[in-house]
């Protein structure tokens, strides 16, 4: 009698803490990608561009997401790093370094920068670091702002549109293939560095520091770190920001940014980089559904449109407080939640 699997069976501790575990998963994960790589070729540039966003959303949401998420470190100043990876980047470029260089350049320059500000990490915990980190978004964005020698001041800093190999990525179609290269890879560098043994000092810190520390974890050195990889990280997600509008200002990377990476992570999920991925995509797309809701309303009611107007922020902030209230655990627990139900239909458990 021949004998067929039913469910996932492993004979290793390697192919259990697989990131993709079975065969249905990759397939499903390599026919994603078949799309995304057809999608410049059928959407407008309205439509890519908002792809754009959202994929370097995705970087910034997961880098907060290793820091704050898995480490456990509160952070509020993460737009300013994505800020100096902008300007680090941007500068690099217009001095004649080619992309990759600059954009590595730029994150290096968000690491040393995340490092120093993660310095008060070991005696400050809590409310307190998020306060410190607060003084870190005010403090760089004051030297956005006044350092105009280097970042343009308030006129703002052009950038050169990114060069490989004599390819100009000068178009939303072109520069979408550039973008996504570079988010697959920081999403994977995440996912592993999440399994390693950093990645399990990271969630020992955020569960019980003292018993982390009792078994041997160096706490400042471990948190360090966690600053040092989520700012770098952070920083090549500002050095896309910057290639691909071509022009930056200190108003891109205010406080406002700063609690949208962090409503992206509450809202997805924290501590997953899945729930990252969610959370972006979910703040991304939530001005552009309200713009188009209004929009048509303007048509319809323009009485109606223009209360809705000065609502937007509002909403932002209604959608956070219900996800805080309704689910804490974000919109991955939602996902987690299908994938079980139909795992198991027909059957009730």
């Excluded at 699997?5 to 499903?28: M, P, V």
């Excluded at 500000?117 to 006044?146: D, N």
Aim: net charge positive.
């Amino acid at each position: 009698m021949s004998m067929h699997k039913c469910g996932l069976f492993y004979t290793s501790y390697r192919a259990e803490d697989g990131l993709f575990r079975s065969k249905f998963q990759k397939s499903c994960l390599v026919l994603f990608f078949a799309v995304l790589l057809v999608c410049p070729q059928f959407l407008n540039s309205y439509v890519m561009s908002v792809l754009n966003l959202i994929l370097i959303a995705v970087i910034g949401a997961v880098s907060l997401n290793l820091l704050t998420g898995i480490c456990g470190q509160m952070s509020l100043g993460h737009g300013a790093f994505v800020g100096m990876g902008a300007y680090g980047a941007a500068i690099l470029s217009n001095l004649g370094l080619p992309f990759f260089p600059a954009l590595l350049g730029g994150g290096f320059v968000a690491a040393l920068v995340g490092m120093v500000f993660g310095i008060p990490s070991l005696r400050l915990k809590g409310i307190y670091l998020a306060i410190s980190t607060l003084a870190a978004q005010l403090i760089l964005e004051y030297v956005f702002l006044h350092a105009s020698g280097l970042t343009g001041g308030a006129n703002g800093l052009p950038v050169n549109a990114p060069h490989v190999l004599g390819y100009a990525f000068d178009s939303d179609a072109r520069i979408f293939y550039l973008i996504l290269f570079v988010t697959t890879l920081c999403v994977l560098a995440v996912s592993n560095v999440a399994r390693t043994r950093p990645g399990r000092a990271f969630v020992a810190i955020r569960d019980y520091y003292q018993s982390a520390e009792n078994v041997g974890v160096n706490l400042f050195a471990f948190k360090l770190q966690a600053f040092g990889l989520s700012s770098f990280l952070a920083g090549i997600a500002g050095g896309l920001w910057a290639h691909y509008t071509m022009y930056i200002t200190p108003e891109q990377f205010s406080m406002g940014l700063s609690i949208s990476y962090l409503a992206m992570i509450i809202i997805g999920g924290m501590g997953s980089v899945l729930g990252s991925i969610f959370g972006a995509i979910f703040i991304t797309l939530l001005p552009e559904l309200l713009n188009l809701l209004i929009s048509s309303l303007g048509g319809l009611a323009p009485d109606l449109s223009a209360i809705m107007i000065p609502l937007k922020e509002g909403v932002f902030g209604l959608m956070l407080v219900l996800f805080l209230i309704f689910e804490p655990e974000g919109l991955v627990r939602q996902w987690r939640l299908t994938k079980a139900y139909w795992k198991l239909y027909p059957f009730a458990y």
